[in-house]
């Protein structure tokens, strides 16, 4: 047993390997928090041990001195160093300086500066030079702001030094601090031929490669780990080609690239991003022979061939993935064969885990005779029947096996257990029986539609019949969700009465909508006879909304409205009128993980079968749900609220939201919402092959189709980013908020002085400084989301910018001094697209277009690049 134990243990402890996101990669070290200890901060010299010692040199600290000071001056000759002991290699991906404020008395700070670093495989300090070739870096202007130099390549290293530097002589201090992320990726370094220039002058070499350089590159890191992929187009705009390639002329054998890790790992896959311009003779290799080793210098037998069936119809640059089998290896070597004159390859990402265990490197085996079946061996060697290491192997290999028979057995187990009793799934926020039984006694009285107009009754120990779908069943064709806590609907389109008093929205994040500060819902109970009666009514109110900008009757705004909206608000009214949530049974829902945690509930995706299609059917195979539940100590009044939101939103009807697909009553209350198989469109974007520029415009459009729908009724999304919108299959789009509570886009969202966090580089300038929500301010939105497609989520807005900063330009807009800036148009996004986001960012609400106006240039603009 104790071997099975042990090999639990092991199995346990493996991490699996990620490829780079250099987007993500942009957190500070920690010079200015203090997580770089003092002892890891050394320099050349100091002027005064005691005050501007290199200690003292962290950004944004006043310490003693207030900086590092070096001994003496600095020219263009300086071998003055303050250096940073990282132990551990990192990708710095920006650096920032300050000069010696010294509370109002410095007037040291250095004008210049450059980086040398080191890491433990090149065994050297190598000065680091921008992809332009320079190596002198600007610094600052004066001795109190931070000046931040975005470092591209990015740097892999565990030491670094900050050698400053000056035309002239001159005394200098620095306070700094460094950018990046933990190296995790395993990959100590590579080595390949150095590649070759195209005929049209695009160099293909690996132009930020930091190891040695001859005709193989050697112990180094460069383009094809940094995380940036190539375009399909081979000559790019970017000041160096994303692509290292071969010609099958220029080499008598084909290229061979071996990377070596920091240890001995099991591989599972590897996913080379390869170009396909076939018409200029470049063409995904035709097989690939992947090989390993333990020691380095003797390859194993046996490597895995893999071959590329040859694609001449599309052009588009791919991912080619090939599975490993968990191989065991140190080393990975990779031999391309060529199938066309060219072989381009941008990025090379591994998946695998550290393999546990001992491995001794390999050894020469012997030739083999003449009969190429029986090895020749000395007589003098005793043949040993096996090695010593094999005696470990086995008893890692039967305690693993001895493991998966027991937990088979578990299984086994807990499946017929299962099945005898029948036992409604209970959520990871359920309570005893008891307690169940307790709340629901108290939650009975809600009188809302979406509790059965019976008692609710409590029974984890249900018959199969009571497991069963209710009759009549009746399908919702369409019920998009948003948390409450995130979608207004302005109140004045279903109160009559402009005047009746509303309740405050204190409980609702961010801020109010622009002509009510009133939640989604009044919140005044209502019984389940009554209720639709009264959703009926405030629907007859909502077509005298919509343009109440001017100042004609209300008469007149009904009567100027288009047919097509007009029937949206008819098909509204019935679907309140019709409308049920169905009871979704919690045994048909297996947990997976958690999604997201705020402070109305948690949010998990799990498994489900019986899913409703948009027909009615039912769908046999199993597919992903969210289960958003309500927290368990939630009071009377946020229950109602939550089961009135989802009874109103479940009446809506377009297929570019998320729909609500049922609801779990018994406690803790749930819901069960619409999940796409990808994910979140950041998440997807931005680990995903890029896709071409009209699969891009295709997501925006659908994107901009459901926020058209919900203009249509005046709802205000409050939050439309990419991290809150999901992609399924065949680039599926659909609008929800499941990324406002999780925890993996925390950065995105500005905390200020005890407020609810806000969405700072998506909001509209209103919205942040006013507290007005609108669907402008959506509009608003949506322009920043279209920056995140066409950048495939990889590029912050406003990135060169802190949120102080981002607070300032916003101001520059309210004030209309014309000191303004927009987000930069990146290099993949069209210009005219471009041209519709600056629209979107003007002063004036009313200036900028609608998502009807949006939505009809993007398919305009798909549809061109169709005809193309």
Same mark, same amino acid.
């Given at each position: 047993?104790?071997?099975?134990?042990?090999?639990?243990?092991?199995?346990?402890?493996?991490?699996?390997?990620?490829?780079?996101?250099?987007?993500?990669?942009?957190?500070?070290?920690?010079?200015?928090?203090?997580?770089?200890?003092?002892?890891?901060?050394?320099?050349?010299?100091?002027?005064?041990?005691?005050?501007?010692?290199?200690?003292?040199?962290?950004?944004?600290?006043?310490?003693?001195?207030?900086?590092?000071?070096?001994?003496?001056?600095?020219?263009?000759?300086?071998?003055?160093?303050?250096?940073?002991?990282?132990?551990?290699?990192?990708?710095?991906?920006?650096?920032?300086?300050?000069?010696?404020?010294?509370?109002?008395?410095?007037?040291?700070?250095?004008?210049?500066?450059?980086?040398?670093?080191?890491?433990?495989?090149?065994?050297?300090?190598?000065?680091?030079?921008?992809?332009?070739?320079?190596?002198?870096?600007?610094?600052?202007?004066?001795?109190?702001?931070?000046?931040?130099?975005?470092?591209?390549?990015?740097?892999?290293?565990?030491?670094?030094?900050?050698?400053?530097?000056?035309?002239?002589?001159?005394?200098?201090?620095?306070?700094?601090?460094?950018?990046?992320?933990?190296?995790?990726?395993?990959?100590?370094?590579?080595?390949?031929?150095?590649?070759?220039?195209?005929?049209?002058?695009?160099?293909?070499?690996?132009?930020?490669?930091?190891?040695?350089?001859?005709?193989?590159?050697?112990?180094?890191?460069?383009?094809?780990?940094?995380?940036?992929?190539?375009?399909?187009?081979?000559?790019?705009?970017?000041?160096?080609?994303?692509?290292?390639?071969?010609?099958?002329?220029?080499?008598?054998?084909?290229?061979?690239?071996?990377?070596?890790?920091?240890?001995?790992?099991?591989?599972?896959?590897?996913?080379?991003?390869?170009?396909?311009?076939?018409?200029?003779?470049?063409?995904?290799?035709?097989?690939?022979?992947?090989?390993?080793?333990?020691?380095?210098?003797?390859?194993?037998?046996?490597?895995?061939?893999?071959?590329?069936?040859?694609?001449?119809?599309?052009?588009?640059?791919?991912?080619?993935?090939?599975?490993?089998?968990?191989?065991?290896?140190?080393?990975?070597?990779?031999?391309?064969?060529?199938?066309?004159?060219?072989?381009?390859?941008?990025?090379?990402?591994?998946?695998?885990?550290?393999?546990?265990?001992?491995?001794?490197?390999?050894?020469?085996?012997?030739?083999?005779?003449?009969?190429?079946?029986?090895?020749?061996?000395?007589?003098?060697?005793?043949?040993?029947?096996?090695?010593?290491?094999?005696?470990?192997?086995?008893?890692?290999?039967?305690?693993?096996?001895?493991?998966?028979?027991?937990?088979?057995?578990?299984?086994?187990?807990?499946?017929?257990?299962?099945?005898?009793?029948?036992?409604?799934?209970?959520?990871?926020?359920?309570?005893?029986?008891?307690?169940?039984?307790?709340?629901?006694?108290?939650?009975?009285?809600?009188?809302?539609?979406?509790?059965?107009?019976?008692?609710?009754?409590?029974?984890?120990?249900?018959?199969?019949?009571?497991?069963?779908?209710?009759?009549?069943?009746?399908?919702?064709?369409?019920?998009?969700?948003?948390?409450?806590?995130?979608?207004?609907?302005?109140?004045?389109?279903?109160?009559?009465?402009?005047?009746?008093?509303?309740?405050?929205?204190?409980?609702?994040?961010?801020?109010?909508?622009?002509?009510?500060?009133?939640?989604?819902?009044?919140?005044?109970?209502?019984?389940?006879?009554?209720?639709?009666?009264?959703?009926?009514?405030?629907?007859?109110?909502?077509?005298?909304?919509?343009?109440?900008?001017?100042?004609?009757?209300?008469?007149?705004?009904?009567?100027?409205?288009?047919?097509?909206?007009?029937?949206?608000?008819?098909?509204?009214?019935?679907?309140?009128?019709?409308?049920?949530?169905?009871?979704?049974?919690?045994?048909?829902?297996?947990?997976?993980?958690?999604?997201?945690?705020?402070? %109305? /509930? @948690?949010?998990?995706? &799990?498994? $489900?079968?019986?899913?409703?299609?948009?027909? +009615?059917? =039912?769908?046999?195979?199993? #597919?992903?749900?969210?289960v958003k539940f309500l927290c368990h100590d939630a009071t009377l009044k946020e229950r109602e609220e939550f089961e009135r939101d989802v009874r109103i939103l479940a009446a809506l009807s377009s297929p570019h939201l998320a729909r609500v697909l049922g609801?779990?009553?018994?406690?803790?209350?749930?819901?069960?919402?619409?999940?796409?198989?990808?994910?979140?469109?950041?998440?997807?974007?931005?680990?995903?092959?890029?896709?071409?520029?009209?699969?891009?415009?295709?997501?925006?459009?659908?994107?901009?189709?459901?926020?058209?729908?919900?203009?249509?009724?005046?709802?205000?999304?409050?939050?439309?980013?990419?991290?809150?919108?999901?992609?399924?299959?065949?680039?599926?789009?659909?609008?929800?908020? %499941? /990324? @406002?509570?999780?925890? &993996?886009? $925390?950065?995105?969202?500005?905390?200020?002085? +005890?407020? =609810?966090?806000?969405?700072? #580089?998506?909001?509209?300038?209103?919205?942040?400084?006013?507290?007005?929500?609108?669907?402008?301010?959506?509009?608003?939105?949506?322009?920043?989301?279209?920056?995140?497609?066409?950048?495939?989520?990889?590029?912050?807005?406003?990135?060169?910018?802190?949120?102080?900063?981002?607070?300032?330009?916003?101001?520059?807009?309210?004030?209309?001094?014309?000191?303004?800036?927009?987000?930069?148009?990146?290099?993949?996004?069209?210009?005219?697209?471009?041209?519709?986001?600056?629209?979107?960012?003007?002063?004036?609400?009313?200036?900028?277009?609608?998502?009807?106006?949006?939505?009809?240039?993007?398919?305009?603009?798909?549809?061109?690049?169709?005809?193309?």
């Open positions: 047993m104790v071997p099975c134990v042990v090999a639990l243990l092991l199995l346990v402890e493996t991490t699996l390997l990620r490829a780079l996101d250099i987007s993500q990669c942009i957190a500070p070290l920690g010079m200015e928090s203090g997580l770089i200890p003092d002892k890891d901060v050394s320099a050349s010299s100091c002027y005064n041990d005691g005050n501007v010692a290199p200690q003292n040199g962290r950004l944004n600290q006043e310490i003693k001195g207030g900086a590092w000071c070096p001994q003496s001056q600095i020219t263009t000759e300086s071998t003055e160093w303050l250096e940073i002991d990282l132990h551990s290699v990192h990708v710095i991906t920006a650096a920032g300086t300050q000069g010696r404020f010294g509370n109002g008395q410095g007037q040291e700070y250095t004008e210049a500066y450059v980086i040398e670093y080191w890491r433990p495989k090149l065994g050297k300090w190598v000065r680091y030079r921008t992809i332009d070739g320079q190596e002198i870096l600007p610094g600052n202007t004066n001795t109190y702001l931070e000046k931040k130099n975005h470092l591209e390549p990015p740097i892999w290293a565990s030491k670094i030094r900050f050698i400053p530097y000056s035309s002239h002589r001159r005394t200098v201090c620095m306070r700094v601090e460094i950018y990046g992320c933990y190296w995790s990726v395993g990959i100590v370094s590579y080595s390949m031929p150095k590649g070759n220039k195209r005929s049209n002058g695009v160099e293909l070499t690996d132009m930020i490669y930091d190891g040695v350089w001859g005709e193989e590159l050697r112990g180094g890191l460069g383009q094809l780990v940094d995380g940036q992929f190539g375009s399909d187009e081979i000559r790019e705009a970017a000041k160096k080609s994303a692509w290292v390639g071969w010609r099958n002329d220029s080499r008598p054998a084909p290229p061979v690239i071996t990377f070596e890790f920091d240890k001995v790992r099991e591989f599972s896959a590897v996913h080379l991003y390869c170009n396909n311009k076939f018409m200029r003779d470049v063409q995904v290799f035709s097989e690939a022979v992947i090989s390993f080793s333990i020691g380095g210098r003797h390859f194993q037998d046996e490597p895995i061939h893999y071959t590329h069936a040859s694609d001449n119809i599309f052009e588009s640059a791919r991912n080619v993935s090939i599975k490993l089998h968990h191989r065991i290896g140190k080393w990975v070597r990779i031999e391309l064969s060529f199938a066309a004159r060219w072989i381009l390859i941008s990025e090379v990402v591994f998946d695998s885990d550290v393999a546990q265990g001992n491995y001794t490197p390999e050894s020469l085996k012997p030739a083999l005779g003449k009969d190429k079946t029986k090895l020749t061996l000395s007589k003098d060697v005793p043949v040993s029947p096996a090695h010593q290491e094999d005696l470990l192997y086995v008893a890692i290999a039967v305690g693993v096996l001895t493991a998966l028979v027991i937990l088979l057995g578990v299984a086994v187990f807990l499946v017929v257990h299962r099945h005898r009793h029948r036992k409604c799934f209970a959520s990871p926020l359920a309570k005893s029986t008891i307690s169940q039984k307790r709340t629901v006694d108290n939650y009975s009285g809600c009188g809302t539609s979406m509790l059965p107009e019976n008692k609710m009754i409590i029974d984890c120990a249900l018959d199969v019949k009571s497991d069963e779908y209710q009759e009549p069943y009746q399908a919702l064709k369409c019920a998009p969700y948003f948390s409450y806590s995130t979608v207004l609907l302005e109140m004045k389109d279903f109160v009559k009465d402009s005047n009746t008093a509303l309740s405050d929205s204190s409980n609702y994040d961010y801020a109010v909508p622009e002509l009510s500060s009133a939640p989604l819902l009044t919140k005044r109970r209502m019984d389940s006879v009554s209720e639709r009666a009264d959703l009926a009514d405030h629907v007859d109110a909502l077509p005298e909304f919509g343009t109440r900008r001017s100042g004609s009757s209300l008469r007149s705004k009904h009567s100027a409205r288009s047919p097509s909206q007009q029937e949206i608000f008819i098909d509204l009214k019935r679907r309140l009128e019709t409308t049920n949530v169905i009871e979704f049974p919690r045994h048909r829902l297996r947990m997976i993980s958690k999604l997201a945690e705020g402070a %109305f /509930g @948690t949010v998990y995706v &799990a498994e $489900a079968d019986g899913v409703p299609e948009y027909n +009615g059917t =039912i769908t046999s195979e199993k #597919r992903l749900v969210a609801a779990c009553r018994s406690p803790p209350l749930a819901v069960v919402l619409e999940y796409l198989e990808l994910g979140d469109l950041c998440a997807f974007l931005r680990t995903a092959s890029p896709p071409s520029t009209p699969t891009l415009l295709h997501i925006a459009t659908q994107i901009a189709a459901g926020m058209q729908y919900l203009e249509s009724l005046n709802f205000v999304h409050r939050d439309l980013a990419a991290r809150n919108c999901l992609i399924g299959k065949a680039y599926q789009v659909k609008i929800s908020d %499941f /990324g @406002t509570d999780n925890e &993996a886009y $925390a950065c995105d969202y500005y905390k200020a002085d +005890g407020r =609810i966090p806000l969405p700072l #580089r998506w909001a509209a300038c209103e919205s942040v400084l006013r507290g007005k929500y609108t669907t402008k301010s959506d509009v608003w939105a949506f322009a920043v989301t279209l920056h995140e497609i066409f950048t495939l989520c990889r590029r912050r807005p406003y990135e060169h910018f802190t949120d102080a900063e981002v607070l300032e330009n916003l101001s520059h807009l309210q004030a209309d001094d014309g000191l303004f800036e927009c987000i930069d148009r990146s290099p993949g996004c069209p210009r005219d697209v471009y041209e519709l986001m600056c629209e979107c960012w003007r002063r004036e609400e009313l200036e900028r277009p609608s998502f009807a106006q949006a939505h009809l240039f993007l398919q305009r603009k798909g549809l061109g690049y169709a005809g193309t």
